[in-house]
Every structure is written in structure tokens, then in C-alpha cells.
């Protein structure tokens, strides 16, 4: 185990029993029996507030404008949830997190719900009291290089110096790659994400790791430099980033798992912020569930029957989120296409 693996596993633990004495016996003493059955879903409601953990620093993903307005799938993301929780997407929150005390800040309570490109692995949800409630991102683990280095796969580089960040799947991930091929290297750990990319720069490390759409939004803010940055071509482990709340507040869990159904069922089936009020009087079912013209699917998750309508008219469908936040950094959809054009996103029918 590297030892900052070991740091990690020690702050994790230490977290999850603080939030069982601390934060755990009060979030369960504010779900009153007028509640909603959702101790988060009571708290939010009372704060009229949703807390949402992010990174804040990774375009794309969350990331401030000069307005202090956060945008990304990963803001868009906490927004879908506060347009079902509250009927408002504004009521959010935005609480930076770091990659270190991203789960910590969920256990104790800081923060409803963790949207910060995390991957979903064994470990996070059967060590730390927490549960992925949807992948937002089906990524994987990638390298960048200077293009003067002139390295084309990631076997070339036994004996490298490879820049990540503490606490992330990404270290396990490269510690397999060169374990399973037989290939040496030596870890730079540095946690200050700015820090860490000045120090691939400046020509600390040979190569920097992370999540592939991560290096992609990287090297795309790097402008003219961009070309200077190659991205080598191994994708070397599955890394599907979704959305955690605690294990626990089940209601909680299934209002923001079918937040983003809703997101999904809406690209289904073509609907979207600018047609939305076309669908006034729709015939087709599942439209007329999605935006609450019959049926009960809001009452169910303990919320207004108009979460779809709320959600898809203030973010839009996950399509409308894509192309606003992913497509301007020039990563292609893919594998986070709808199932039916390609991907793996596929929406559990919302009845
Ligand atoms: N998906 C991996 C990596 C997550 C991660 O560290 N992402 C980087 C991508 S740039 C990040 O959010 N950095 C921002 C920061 O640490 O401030 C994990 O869950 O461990």
C-alpha cells in the first residue's frame, strides 16, 4: 500500500466514526414524524438550502465564472436535485471539497450530497457509510505528456515520475497499470490540484494522471500551449464519477437517483428547456409522468409532482447539460451517450 493510501484510509475511517457519534445521531434526531421521511430531505427543506460538495476548480465540471456563478455537470448535477428538493435550481449551496476531505465532509453532514467526478468503487460504499446514487460520467483513467518527450503509449514509460493527486482511485489505478505490466514508477504525490499541474509543467513528473476528462479540460486551458501536451491514448481502468449521499436516508438517496432519471427520461424522449411548455397537454405516457400530468411519481419520493417539469425547465435534460457544460472543452460524448445512440446511460422507466 503506498503510504499515502494508508493516510488516507486512516482520515477515512477516523471520518466515518465521527460522523456514526456526531453528525449520524443528529441528522436522525431532525426526522420529525410530520417529516417527509427524509432526514436530509427535513434539513434541506428547513434550510431551504441544498449543501452541495464540489470540486470548484476543474472546468467543465464546477468551476466559478467572473459572475461567482458555478457552472459544470457537476454544479448542474447539485442544481437537478435542488430543482426536485426545493422546486428552485438556485437554492444551492456550493461547499468546495477537496480530494482528501470530499467523503469526510459528506459523513459529517457539511454537506446533502457530494457531486465532485468521485469514482463509484467497492471500497467507497463499503467502508465509508456513503452509496453512489448516479454516474454523471463514465470516465477513465488517462496520461498526459509534453509532446517533446515523444511518448506514445503509457509501456513506454517504465522508471517515470507521474504527477497525481492523494486520495484518488487514479493512484490505485496506475499502481495496477505498471504492477500488472511489470514496469516501475515513481508517484509524485502533491494534493493542491494547481500545484500539482505547475508541477507537471515546470517538469516535476514525466507524465500527469487523473481522470481522462480531467486531463482533456486541462490541456484545453492551455491554449496555444495545448499542442505543447499530448494525451496518451491507454485508458488504463473504468472510472464512472457519480453523486454520493449517506447510506441510511433511503428517500434521500431515491429523490437524487431519480433526479437524474428525470434528466435522462427527458433526452429520451426529446424534451427539453425550450420545448418543455410545447408539452402542455402531452399525449405521449411517459412524458405525462415525467412532468407530473398524471400519475404520483412526485408524492412517492415525498415531493412536488412537478420535479421532472421543475428540473428539465430550469437545467435542462442531461443532453442540454452535456452540451453546455462538456461539449465547449471538446470532449465528445461517447460512452455517456443514451443507450440508444451508442452509450451507457439508460434511463429506468419512471413509473
Ligand atoms: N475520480 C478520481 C479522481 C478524482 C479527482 O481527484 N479529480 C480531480 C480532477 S482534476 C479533481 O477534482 N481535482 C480538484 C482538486 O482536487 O482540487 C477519484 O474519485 O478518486
Known amino acids: 500500500m503506498l503510504p499515502s ?18 453528525g449520524g ?33 476543474v472546468p467543465g465540471f464546477s468551476l466559478a465564472d467572473s459572475q461567482g456563478k458555478m457552472n459544470g455537470l457537476d454544479a448542474d448535477s447539485c442544481r437537478i436535485v435542488a430543482a426536485a428538493a426545493l422546486g428552485d435550481a438556485n437554492k444551492v449551496k456550493f461547499v468546495v471539497t477537496t480530494t482528501q476531505n470530499r467523503f469526510t465532509a459528506l459523513q459529517s453532514g457539511e454537506v446533502d450530497m457530494l457531486s465532485r467526478s468521485t ?20 470516465d ?7 509532446k517533446n518527450a515523444n511518448i506514445k503509449t503509457a509501456k513506454e514509460m517504465d522508471g517515470a515520475t507521474i504527477c497525481i493527486q492523494p486520495g484518488t482511485s487514479t493512484e490505485l489505478a496506475v499502481s495496477d497499470f505498471y504492477r500488472l505490466n511489470k514496469l516501475k514508477f515513481t508517484p509524485i504525490l502533491i494534493g493542491d490540484l494547481a500545484e500539482l499541474q505547475g508541477a507537471f509543467l515546470s517538469g516535476r513528473c514525466d507524465a500527469y494522471s487523473t481522470d481522462g476528462s480531467a486531463l482533456a479540460t486541462f490541456r484545453f486551458t492551455q491554449g496555444a500551449k495545448a499542442d505543447d501536451l499530448v494525451l496518451l491514448p491507454d485508458i488504463i481502468s473504468k472510472e464512472p464519477l457519480g453523486v ?21 427520461t427527458a433526452e429520451e424522449n ?46 435542462g435534460n442531461f443532453a442540454e447539460m452535456w452540451d453546455r457544460d462538456i461539449t465547449p472543452l471538446g470532449v465528445p460524448r461517447g460512452i455517456n451517450n443514451l443507450w440508444n445512440k451508442g452509450g451507457v446511460q439508460y434511463a429506468p422507466p419512471m413509473r
Open 244 to 264: 454520493m449521499v449517506r447510506k441510511g436516508d433511503d428517500k434521500w438517496f431515491d429523490l437524487v437517483r431519480w433526479s437524474f432519471i428525470a434528466s435522462l
Open 140 to 146: 477513465g483513467t488517462g496520461f498526459l505528456v509534453k
Open 270 to 315: 426529446g424534451v427539453n428547456s425550450q420545448n418543455l411548455d410545447t408539452f402542455a397537454q402531452a399525449t405521449v405516457p411517459d412524458i405525462r409522468r415525467l412532468l407530473g400530468q398524471e400519475g404520483e411519481l412526485g408524492k412517492a419520493l415525498g415531493i412536488d409532482n412537478k420535479f421532472g417539469y421543475n428540473i428539465v425547465k430550469q437545467v
Open 5 to 22: 493510501a494508508f493516510i488516507r484510509g486512516a482520515t477515512l475511517i477516523a471520518g466515518f466514526f465521527l460522523s456514526a457519534s456526531i
Open 119 to 138: 469514482t463509484w468503487t467497492l471500497a467507497r460504499e463499503g467502508n465509508l457509510g456513503l452509496v453512489f446514487a448516479w454516474v454523471n460520467y463514465y
Open 25 to 57: 445521531a443528529s441528522l436522525v434526531g431532525a426526522a420529525h414524524a410530520q417529516g417527509t421521511g427524509s432526514a436530509t430531505l427535513d434539513n434541506v427543506r428547513a434550510r431551504g438550502q441544498l449543501l452541495c460538495g464540489i470540486a470548484g476548480n
